[in-house]
């Protein structure tokens, strides 16, 4: 990534703005070794579309498969690391006066880098509820069945994430929608922007006047709506920006 491919004009809204949001995608943790949603997936799952798992139905199908798949991710995740991109945010939210960073990913890795102020769109890996009641389960008996039992009501045990036709968390998506809304410049970083509610979001900030970036080695619906586009990898354009942006605070 060329420092000359930042438009001055970007690195000026960003040093002057007041209210910044970051929504961040599966490209995100590309770096990290994490794979996007919509890549191929490696090994074993290479011939799952994982558009297909991650739905309630599938679930009701097969528990064992899906609760396998991401049993397999959660430890993918904790081999992880946070790249330059996730630690480029921290720096960045230190240096604006507010910044809100807006996640769909569920690896905890923005929590892991440092970033503070997190909304997660679409839940967390690390947590598992029931798939009956929802109750959050931090721990169950040692068992041979997969997925275990909610030791509470015997429901099946899922991860506490947002599949395909669940909606969202209310208080979440509330939350979300305010930031964007107040915001006066919003960075859609590592997404295909494919996904609603959240490909949404940058569309209230366009509303409200906000400016809008995207950081994607690939076009997305956003694009074309976009004021500026940095095409490449966020874990070394974000580190540039920032650079570009307080050139007396290298990190
Ligand atoms: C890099 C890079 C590098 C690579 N650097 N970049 C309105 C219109 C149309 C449809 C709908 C609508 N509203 C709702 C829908 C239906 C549906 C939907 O959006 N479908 C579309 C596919 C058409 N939405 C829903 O179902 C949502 N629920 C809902 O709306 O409920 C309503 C309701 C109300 C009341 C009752 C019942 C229902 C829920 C959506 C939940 C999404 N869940 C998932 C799974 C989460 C758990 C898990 O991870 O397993 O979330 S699906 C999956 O997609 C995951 C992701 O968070 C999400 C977004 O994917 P993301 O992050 O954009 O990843 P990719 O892989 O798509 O893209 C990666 C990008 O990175 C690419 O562009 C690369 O180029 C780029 N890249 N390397 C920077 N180094």
């Not at 997660?120 to 041979?144: I, M, Q």
């Amino acid at each position: 990534m060329n420092d000359n491919v930042i438009p001055a004009e970007l690195v000026e809204e960003l040093r002057t703005a007041q209210r910044v949001v970051v929504l961040t995608g599966a490209g995100t943790s590309a770096e990290s070794g994490v794979p996007t949603f919509r890549d191929a997936q490696t090994g074993l799952w290479a011939r799952y579309d994982p558009t297909e798992l991650a739905t309630p139905e599938a679930f009701r199908r097969n528990p064992r498969l899906v609760w396998e798949w991401y049993t397999w991710r959660r430890e993918l995740v904790a081999k992880a690391a946070p790249n330059p991109g996730h630690l480029a945010l921290v720096q960045m939210q230190a240096r604006v006066p507010e910044l809100t960073l807006i996640t769909q990913n569920i690896d905890g890795l923005h929590q892991r880098a440092g970033s503070q102020q997190i909304i997660e769109l679409h839940g967390n890996l690390a947590r598992t509820k029931c798939a009956d009641n929802g109750y959050l389960v931090e721990s169950w008996p040692p068992t041979e069945e997969v997925p275990p039992h909610c030791p509470r009501c015997g429901g099946l045990l899922r991860p506490d994430v947002v599949w395909f036709g669940e909606p969202l968390s209310k208080k979440t998506l509330l939350q979300a929608i305010t930031a964007v809304r107040q915001c006066d410049l919003v960075f859609s970083v590592g997404t295909s922007s494919l996904v609603h509610p959240a490909a949404s979001l940058p569309f209230e900030a366009l509303e409200q006047g906000a400016k809008l970036v995207e950081i994607n080695p690939d076009e997305t619906p956003l694009t074309p709506h976009v004021h500026f586009v940095l095409y490449g990898k966020a874990g070394e354009i974000l580190p540039t920006l920032v650079d570009l942006t307080w050139p007396q605070q290298k990190r």
